[in-house]
């Protein structure tokens, strides 16, 4: 099982995040696609940090491990990254199986 230290963050938001390095395809209109780099992810959302030429509200459908298709709206954009709030929750025993593949692609990258 993945061992990781989630993010500590000042804000209000109350989902743990977990840092991550894992590049992803998402379609962003009918048969178009982008490659992504997902920095950190919960089960409620996530943050990329890839620049991507969107406004908030903006709907985006993410390809994850063991979760599968999942869309997620933009709630913020920053100095370059972004934050989205998925249209589920993804259940805890998916998230613990996503995060450990997730882990393991980042892993088998650097090698």
Request: hydrophobic share 40%; glycine share 4%.
């Amino acid at each position: 099982m993945t061992t990781i230290s989630p993010e500590t963050s000042p804000d209000s938001r109350r989902a743990t995040r977990f840092s991550v390095d894992f590049e992803t395809i998402c379609e962003f209109h009918p048969n178009q696609e982008m490659t992504v780099r997902i920095a950190n992810i919960s089960a409620n959302g996530m943050m990329l940090a890839d620049p991507v030429d969107m406004v908030k509200g903006d709907r985006l459908t993410f390809r994850l491990p063991v979760a599968g298709r999942i869309e997620a709206y933009l709630m913020w954009s920053h100095e370059g990254r972004h934050g989205f709030k998925f249209e589920r929750v993804i259940r805890e025993p998916d998230f613990v199986a996503m995060l450990d593949k997730m882990n393991s692609a980042s892993r088998s990258a650097t090698n």
